[in-house]
């Protein structure tokens, strides 16, 4: 007897894939079930970090808007397209690093992978040349300083939230507003009753 016996047995299939599943999902579960399916890029840390500043400059609109999504909402799910346009914007920028610039891609990678305390400064010469052929053959340069950016208003398609900072609700209901506190006699009580 099998030691997980209540699951369902998926050999070359996605679970979601099956009859018995696919029947009871709503479209908004398997758009939610494809975007998670997308996996990650495959790519080290340390040679995303080499090419960090140019991906900053290409990619900074879907990476705004998907941070506004994920303040503003405050739910995960309701941010999953915007984290696959992150996702899609990102393969494709390291898409086309990796072929045109692969060698200088290469050697920066593993200078950053060598050192010790994994930081960019000590591989300035791979560097250089690894910025100056990004910038040649793809026209990418490195995004300017953030603060250059920081007033920009992000575009995005979604409504506005109601509640974007999460403010709890007044749950108190003795409690006035100030103006109706304050426009009241000076010798009467909140109920209208005269102080003793």
């Given at each position: 007897?099998?030691?997980?016996?209540?699951?369902?047995?998926?050999?070359?299939?996605?679970?979601?894939?099956?009859?018995?599943?696919?029947?009871?999902?709503?479209?908004?579960?398997?758009?939610?079930?494809?975007?998670?399916?997308?996996?990650?890029?495959?790519?080290?840390?340390?040679?995303?970090?080499?090419?960090?500043?140019?991906?900053?400059?290409?990619?900074?609109?879907?990476?705004?808007?998907?941070?506004?999504?994920?303040?503003?909402?405050?739910?995960?799910?309701?941010?999953?397209?915007?984290?696959?346009?992150?996702?899609?914007?990102?393969?494709?920028?390291?898409?086309?690093?990796?072929?045109?610039?692969?060698?200088?891609?290469?050697?920066?990678?593993?200078?950053?992978?060598?050192?010790n305390s994994r930081k960019l400064i000590y591989c300035r010469a791979e560097q250089l040349a690894l910025d100056t052929c990004m910038f040649e053959k793809?026209?990418?340069?490195?995004?300017?300083?953030?603060?250059?950016?920081?007033?920009?208003?992000?575009?995005?398609?979604?409504?506005?939230?109601k509640n974007p900072y999460n403010f709890r609700p007044i749950i108190d209901s003795r409690r006035l507003p100030a103006e109706d506190y304050f426009e009241?006699?000076?010798?009467?009580?909140?109920?209208?009753?005269?102080?003793?």
């Open positions: 007897m099998p030691l997980f016996a209540g699951h369902l047995p998926v050999q070359e299939k996605d679970f979601d894939d099956a009859p018995q599943i696919a029947n009871q999902l709503d479209p908004e579960t398997k758009e939610t079930l494809q975007y998670l399916k997308r996996g990650d890029l495959g790519i080290p840390n340390h040679a995303l970090r080499c090419a960090a500043y140019q991906y900053a400059g290409q990619c900074v609109d879907v990476n705004r808007e998907y941070m506004l999504c994920k303040q503003e909402e405050g739910d995960p799910r309701k941010c999953l397209k915007y984290g696959d346009r992150v996702s899609e914007c990102a393969a494709n920028f390291f898409r086309n690093v990796s072929e045109a610039c692969t060698d200088q891609f290469v050697k920066m990678a593993q200078c950053v992978e060598k050192t793809l026209g990418y340069d490195k995004l300017p300083d953030a603060g250059v950016y920081s007033d920009i208003e992000v575009k995005t398609d979604r409504p506005k939230p009241r006699p000076i010798g009467q009580t909140r109920d209208g009753d005269e102080k003793k």
